[in-house]
């Protein structure tokens, strides 16, 4: 796993929970959610094209 993945996971945590608190001070609760959720699914989307590829990586080494 390359550094780069987790610092730009960190990133995006970073840019929704401060998003997040502006959002929320502002009144803006939905709006807050909608951002946490949109900052989760680009996680995960991150995180099953990473597992694809240590899966692919799994099935050439094995070659099955």
Avoid: Y
Wanted: glycine letters at 4%.
């Amino acid at each position: 796993m390359d550094v780069d993945l987790i610092f730009k996971i960190a990133a995006i945590g970073i840019l929704v929970a401060v998003l997040n608190q502006l959002l929320i001070r502002s009144g803006r609760e939905e709006q807050a959610m909608m951002t946490t959720l949109a900052g989760l699914v680009v996680v995960l989307m991150i995180l099953v094209r990473e597992i694809s590829a240590l899966f692919d990586l799994i099935k050439t080494l094995f070659r099955f």
